[in-house]
């Protein structure tokens, strides 16, 4: 959807339908007509209204978009299959590790055509935590499974992580079972 957003702002109809409004320092967009003059047969042109996402606004003033959070092997090319995730962590709290097993990840049908597997990312909102600890799993030849290992070295980069676990467990339907 952002994508057809951009195309329809972007259009030359688009120029004459919107027009910029500022409150306290932001600028939005606001329709100012309801249809236009084709330029390719001179018939009337309805164009919707535009719907805009809504946006979050944190204390600092900047606007926070909302992302699904996914995982990647290859950058832009999001992985479909839901891994199993086993945590650990030190006595003291300091630091630790997750494992994230992928049986039969997406990312083996489509890596010829997109490109090579480059690391593992994780992005949402806060942004990407990435790791290049990736193994594959062959058997009999044939990509079976991955393996990726993430390190968190700081009490900070554990609860980084759980924000991300967090968000993605509930986009996902994963479930914390502890052991």
Not at 6 to 33: E, N
Not at 120 to 125: A, G, K, P, R
């Amino acid at each position: 959807m952002a994508t057809l957003h951009s195309l329809a702002l972007a259009s030359p109809v688009s120029h004459h339908l919107l027009q910029p409004r500022s409150s306290s320092g932001i600028v939005s967009w606001a329709a100012v007509h309801r249809s236009a003059k084709s330029l390719f047969n001179g018939l009337p042109l309805h164009l919707p209204r535009l719907r805009v996402a809504p946006l979050r606004q944190n204390s600092h003033g900047s606007i926070i978009m909302m992302v699904k959070p996914t995982i990647q092997f290859i950058q832009g090319t999001d992985e479909q299959t839901v891994p199993d995730v086993r945590l650990t962590k030190s006595r003291d709290g300091t630091n630790g590790m997750a494992i994230f097993r992928f049986d039969q990840p997406s990312v083996f049908d489509s890596s010829g055509e997109v490109g090579d597997i480059t690391g593992f990312y994780m992005i949402d909102e806060e942004g990407v935590l990435q790791s290049v600890d990736v193994n594959a799993k062959f058997v009999n030849g044939r990509p079976a499974g991955i393996e990726a290992k993430y390190v968190m070295r700081t009490p900070r980069d554990w609860d980084r992580f759980m924000r991300f676990m967090e968000r993605y467990s509930n986009a996902n339907g994963l479930q914390f079972i502890k052991k």
